[in-house]
Protein backbone atom coordinates (compact mmCIF):
# COMPACT_ATOMS: atom_id res chain seq x y z
CA UNK A 1 0.00 0.00 0.00
CA UNK A 2 1.13 3.29 -1.04
CA UNK A 3 1.80 5.66 2.38
CA UNK A 4 0.49 8.44 1.25
CA UNK A 5 -2.70 6.78 -0.47
CA UNK A 6 -5.48 8.23 1.53
CA UNK A 7 -4.16 11.80 2.16
CA UNK A 8 -3.72 11.82 -1.72
CA UNK A 9 -7.06 10.18 -2.84
CA UNK A 10 -8.79 12.62 -0.48
CA UNK A 11 -10.80 14.93 -2.06
CA UNK A 12 -9.89 19.04 -1.56
CA UNK A 13 -13.38 20.02 -0.91
CA UNK A 14 -13.10 18.30 2.36
CA UNK A 15 -12.03 21.73 3.28
CA UNK A 16 -14.54 23.60 2.18
CA UNK A 17 -17.14 20.96 3.91
CA UNK A 18 -15.49 21.84 6.85
CA UNK A 19 -15.86 25.56 6.74
CA UNK A 20 -19.32 24.93 5.76
CA UNK A 21 -19.99 22.95 8.75
CA UNK A 22 -18.06 25.67 10.64
CA UNK A 23 -19.84 28.81 9.71
CA UNK A 24 -23.68 26.90 9.87
CA UNK A 25 -23.79 28.09 13.66
CA UNK A 26 -23.26 32.14 13.36
CA UNK A 27 -26.00 32.69 10.82
CA UNK A 28 -26.50 34.78 7.63
CA UNK A 29 -27.65 38.19 9.06
CA UNK A 30 -25.84 41.54 7.97
CA UNK A 31 -24.06 41.44 11.24
CA UNK A 32 -22.07 38.13 9.82
CA UNK A 33 -20.75 39.95 6.36
CA UNK A 34 -17.35 41.28 7.49
CA UNK A 35 -16.51 37.95 8.41
CA UNK A 36 -17.31 36.89 4.90
CA UNK A 37 -13.29 37.70 3.32
CA UNK A 38 -11.34 36.84 6.07
CA UNK A 39 -13.04 33.07 5.97
CA UNK A 40 -12.88 32.88 2.48
CA UNK A 41 -9.34 33.79 2.46
CA UNK A 42 -8.73 30.91 5.11
CA UNK A 43 -10.48 28.52 2.96
CA UNK A 44 -8.47 29.58 -0.24
CA UNK A 45 -5.24 29.43 1.56
CA UNK A 46 -5.67 25.72 3.38
CA UNK A 47 -6.71 24.27 -0.39
CA UNK A 48 -4.09 25.79 -1.75
CA UNK A 49 -1.73 24.39 0.83
CA UNK A 50 -3.51 21.00 0.91
CA UNK A 51 -2.80 20.86 -2.85
CA UNK A 52 0.97 21.90 -2.70
CA UNK A 53 1.24 18.57 -0.32
CA UNK A 54 -0.90 16.82 -2.00
CA UNK A 55 1.38 17.07 -5.33
CA UNK A 56 4.72 16.63 -2.84
CA UNK A 57 3.08 13.57 -1.87
CA UNK A 58 2.54 12.13 -5.01
CA UNK A 59 6.14 12.57 -6.20
CA UNK A 60 7.59 11.03 -3.32
CA UNK A 61 4.97 7.70 -4.24
CA UNK A 62 6.54 7.68 -7.11
CA UNK A 63 10.10 8.36 -6.19
CA UNK A 64 9.65 5.21 -3.99
CA UNK A 65 8.98 2.90 -6.69
CA UNK A 66 11.26 4.44 -9.38
CA UNK A 67 14.79 5.14 -8.93
CA UNK A 68 16.28 6.95 -11.43
CA UNK A 69 12.63 8.82 -11.57
CA UNK A 70 13.85 10.14 -7.90
CA UNK A 71 17.29 11.11 -8.91
CA UNK A 72 15.69 12.93 -11.24
CA UNK A 73 13.09 14.38 -9.30
CA UNK A 74 14.46 15.12 -6.24
CA UNK A 75 18.43 16.13 -7.16
CA UNK A 76 17.76 20.20 -7.51
CA UNK A 77 14.91 19.78 -4.86
CA UNK A 78 11.40 19.40 -5.16
CA UNK A 79 10.15 23.23 -4.72
CA UNK A 80 6.88 24.54 -3.42
CA UNK A 81 5.24 22.31 -5.93
CA UNK A 82 2.63 25.86 -6.25
CA UNK A 83 3.22 27.19 -9.49
CA UNK A 84 1.35 26.05 -12.78
CA UNK A 85 4.51 24.30 -14.25
CA UNK A 86 5.35 22.54 -11.25
CA UNK A 87 1.85 20.64 -11.14
CA UNK A 88 1.97 20.42 -15.32
CA UNK A 89 5.15 18.75 -14.39
CA UNK A 90 3.76 16.85 -11.90
CA UNK A 91 0.83 15.74 -14.10
CA UNK A 92 3.16 14.90 -17.04
CA UNK A 93 5.11 12.58 -14.88
CA UNK A 94 2.70 10.92 -13.74
CA UNK A 95 1.42 10.14 -16.63
CA UNK A 96 4.75 8.75 -17.68
CA UNK A 97 4.60 6.10 -15.18
CA UNK A 98 1.37 5.19 -15.70
CA UNK A 99 2.51 4.99 -19.55
CA UNK A 100 4.90 2.67 -18.25
CA UNK A 101 2.70 -0.16 -17.29
CA UNK A 102 -0.09 0.50 -20.06
CA UNK A 103 2.29 2.27 -23.19
CA UNK A 104 -1.45 2.82 -24.74
CA UNK A 105 -2.39 5.20 -22.26
CA UNK A 106 -1.88 9.06 -23.89
CA UNK A 107 -4.89 11.11 -21.46
CA UNK A 108 -8.02 10.37 -20.47
CA UNK A 109 -11.59 9.46 -22.49
CA UNK A 110 -13.89 12.28 -23.64
CA UNK A 111 -16.28 10.19 -21.30
CA UNK A 112 -13.91 10.26 -18.57
CA UNK A 113 -13.14 14.02 -18.68
CA UNK A 114 -16.40 14.51 -18.63
CA UNK A 115 -17.14 13.13 -15.34
CA UNK A 116 -14.67 14.60 -13.49
CA UNK A 117 -16.34 17.89 -15.01
CA UNK A 118 -19.33 16.97 -14.03
CA UNK A 119 -18.48 15.88 -10.54
CA UNK A 120 -16.48 19.16 -10.23
CA UNK A 121 -19.49 20.89 -10.56
CA UNK A 122 -22.03 19.29 -8.76
CA UNK A 123 -19.40 18.91 -5.95
CA UNK A 124 -19.08 23.16 -5.70
CA UNK A 125 -23.06 23.64 -6.09
CA UNK A 126 -23.90 21.04 -3.41
CA UNK A 127 -21.40 22.19 -0.75
CA UNK A 128 -22.22 26.18 -0.88
CA UNK A 129 -26.58 25.53 -1.75
CA UNK A 130 -28.21 27.43 1.04
CA UNK A 131 -24.96 27.98 3.19
CA UNK A 132 -23.71 31.25 4.63
CA UNK A 133 -20.76 31.25 1.79
CA UNK A 134 -23.78 31.62 -0.42
CA UNK A 135 -25.16 34.38 1.36
CA UNK A 136 -22.44 36.77 2.11
CA UNK A 137 -21.15 36.59 -1.77
CA UNK A 138 -24.49 35.77 -4.12
CA UNK A 139 -23.47 37.59 -7.00
CA UNK A 140 -20.12 36.59 -6.82
CA UNK A 141 -21.64 33.15 -6.85
CA UNK A 142 -24.01 33.69 -9.41
CA UNK A 143 -21.18 35.07 -11.42
CA UNK A 144 -19.34 32.23 -10.73
CA UNK A 145 -21.77 29.97 -12.22
CA UNK A 146 -22.27 32.00 -15.25
CA UNK A 147 -18.13 31.65 -16.13
CA UNK A 148 -18.05 28.09 -15.41
CA UNK A 149 -20.49 26.87 -17.88
CA UNK A 150 -18.06 27.97 -20.22
CA UNK A 151 -15.45 25.54 -19.07
CA UNK A 152 -15.83 22.43 -21.55
CA UNK A 153 -13.52 18.81 -21.38
CA UNK A 154 -11.30 20.92 -24.02
CA UNK A 155 -10.12 22.71 -20.83
CA UNK A 156 -8.02 20.23 -18.96
CA UNK A 157 -6.14 17.17 -19.40
CA UNK A 158 -5.53 16.65 -22.80
CA UNK A 159 -1.88 15.25 -23.64
CA UNK A 160 0.90 16.85 -22.08
CA UNK A 161 -1.46 19.48 -20.28
CA UNK A 162 -3.71 19.28 -17.12
CA UNK A 163 -4.81 22.84 -18.02
CA UNK A 164 -4.90 22.93 -21.83
CA UNK A 165 -3.73 25.76 -24.04
CA UNK A 166 -6.62 26.74 -25.65
CA UNK A 167 -7.87 29.42 -28.33
CA UNK A 168 -9.21 30.74 -24.90
CA UNK A 169 -6.76 30.00 -22.51
CA UNK A 170 -9.46 30.30 -19.70
CA UNK A 171 -7.82 28.22 -16.81
CA UNK A 172 -4.18 28.20 -17.41
CA UNK A 173 -3.44 31.80 -18.05
CA UNK A 174 -6.57 34.20 -16.72
CA UNK A 175 -7.42 31.93 -13.96
CA UNK A 176 -4.77 30.17 -12.56
CA UNK A 177 -1.72 32.24 -13.57
CA UNK A 178 -2.75 35.67 -13.28
CA UNK A 179 -5.62 35.46 -10.70
CA UNK A 180 -5.46 32.29 -7.99
CA UNK A 181 -1.71 32.06 -7.91
CA UNK A 182 -1.07 35.64 -7.52
CA UNK A 183 -3.69 36.00 -5.09
CA UNK A 184 -2.34 32.92 -3.32
CA UNK A 185 1.37 34.53 -2.80
CA UNK A 186 -0.31 37.95 -1.51
CA UNK A 187 -2.29 35.66 1.08
CA UNK A 188 0.68 33.32 1.74
CA UNK A 189 2.91 36.34 2.04
CA UNK A 190 0.27 38.74 3.83
CA UNK A 191 1.33 40.92 1.36
CA UNK A 192 -2.40 42.24 1.41
CA UNK A 193 -1.15 44.14 4.91
CA UNK A 194 1.00 46.89 2.72
CA UNK A 195 -1.56 47.32 -0.10
CA UNK A 196 -4.86 49.10 -0.93
CA UNK A 197 -7.88 47.12 1.35
CA UNK A 198 -10.07 48.12 -1.83
CA UNK A 199 -9.55 47.50 -5.63
CA UNK A 200 -8.94 50.62 -7.79
CA UNK A 201 -11.77 52.15 -10.14
CA UNK A 202 -9.17 51.19 -13.04
CA UNK A 203 -9.22 47.31 -11.55
CA UNK A 204 -12.83 47.52 -11.19
CA UNK A 205 -13.44 48.21 -15.08
CA UNK A 206 -11.16 46.06 -16.22
CA UNK A 207 -12.46 43.02 -18.16
CA UNK A 208 -11.01 40.55 -15.87
CA UNK A 209 -11.89 41.97 -12.61
CA UNK A 210 -14.50 39.07 -13.12
CA UNK A 211 -11.83 36.56 -12.23
CA UNK A 212 -11.14 37.96 -9.24
CA UNK A 213 -14.12 35.30 -7.42
CA UNK A 214 -13.20 32.83 -4.50
CA UNK A 215 -15.90 30.28 -6.00
CA UNK A 216 -14.32 30.48 -9.60
CA UNK A 217 -10.69 29.07 -7.57
CA UNK A 218 -12.18 27.47 -5.61
CA UNK A 219 -13.99 25.37 -8.54
CA UNK A 220 -10.29 25.40 -10.13
CA UNK A 221 -8.40 24.07 -7.67
CA UNK A 222 -11.28 21.25 -6.72
CA UNK A 223 -11.04 20.60 -10.97
CA UNK A 224 -6.84 20.05 -10.19
CA UNK A 225 -7.92 18.20 -7.12
CA UNK A 226 -9.70 15.53 -9.30
CA UNK A 227 -7.61 15.11 -12.50
CA UNK A 228 -4.53 14.03 -10.48
CA UNK A 229 -7.56 12.05 -7.47
CA UNK A 230 -8.52 10.26 -10.94
CA UNK A 231 -4.64 9.74 -12.65
CA UNK A 232 -3.52 8.62 -8.95
CA UNK A 233 -6.32 5.93 -9.14
CA UNK A 234 -5.18 4.67 -12.82
CA UNK A 235 -1.55 4.61 -11.59
CA UNK A 236 -2.05 2.69 -8.50
CA UNK A 237 -4.74 0.26 -10.65
CA UNK A 238 -1.92 -0.55 -13.28
CA UNK A 239 0.78 -0.93 -10.40
CA UNK A 240 -0.99 -3.67 -8.22
CA UNK A 241 -2.01 -5.70 -11.04
CA UNK A 242 1.78 -5.79 -12.20
Known amino acids: MKMHKNFILTPITSNLEIAVTS ?26 GFQEQKMKCICWDLATEDYDYRYQKFRNGLGECSQ ?11 VEQIKKHDPSFEHFSDEEREKILKDTTLEIHNI ?15 EFEDFWKTITIDHFAKGTLFLAENKNNFLK ?28 LKTLVDNDYKYE ?25 LYNKN
Open 173 to 200: EKIYEKHLYRHRNRCAHNILCVQQHLPS
Open 23 to 48: CSGIGNGIETFPLCDYIMQSIFLKMT
Open 128 to 142: FKNTNLFYWSTKKYY
Open 84 to 94: YKDKNNIYTEL
Open 213 to 237: NYFIWFATLSLIDNIFINLYKKYLD
